[in-house]
């Protein structure tokens, strides 16, 4: 890795293995963070494949694991960061519409502290308490 590299953050949105929680190579563990899924329905999906596809399951899985990046030790700050990032890749549409909903709540918000400060009642509310001061 060079200098640059090392400089970019980790893509949260990027398909990557889990180390920490693999059981052989983290594949399964990486989609299932990726996703939101639960790792165990993941792994049992990957072995009812194998008796569907057999070879073709295995060698997916070895090409898989070499080509997948590890996943970096800090990718997410914290645990709502992400189930954020978990819901962008599960269902993006719904995440735009949390955001805009979270955002016109906020807009809205802003509006009414703007409209109070800018009253005069705002400035004579102020003017007397700094008199009582």
């Not at 990046?69 to 990718?75: G, N, R, T, V």
């Not at 909903?101 to 102020?126: C, G, H, I, N």
Request: hydrophobic residues 40%; aromatic residues 12%.
């Amino acid at each position: 890795m060079n200098g640059f590299q090392s400089m970019v953050p980790p893509d949260p949105k990027r398909l990557y293995r889990n180390r920490k929680e693999r059981v052989v190579g983290g594949v399964a563990a990486g989609i299932a963070d990726y996703l939101g899924w639960d790792k165990t329905l993941v792994r049992l999906a990957w072995v009812a494949s194998l008796f569907v596809a057999g070879p073709f399951t295995f060698f997916t899985y070895i090409v898989m694991w070499m080509v997948m990046p590890e996943a970096p030790s800090q990718l997410f700050q914290s645990e709502t960061e992400r189930s954020f990032w978990q819901s962008v890749n599960a269902r993006p549409r719904g995440t735009v519409g949390d955001l805009n909903r979270t955002f016109a709540d906020l807009d809205q918000r802003l509006a009414k502290m703007e409209k109070r400060v800018t009253s005069p009642d705002f400035t004579l509310d102020r003017e007397f308490r700094n008199l009582g001061a």
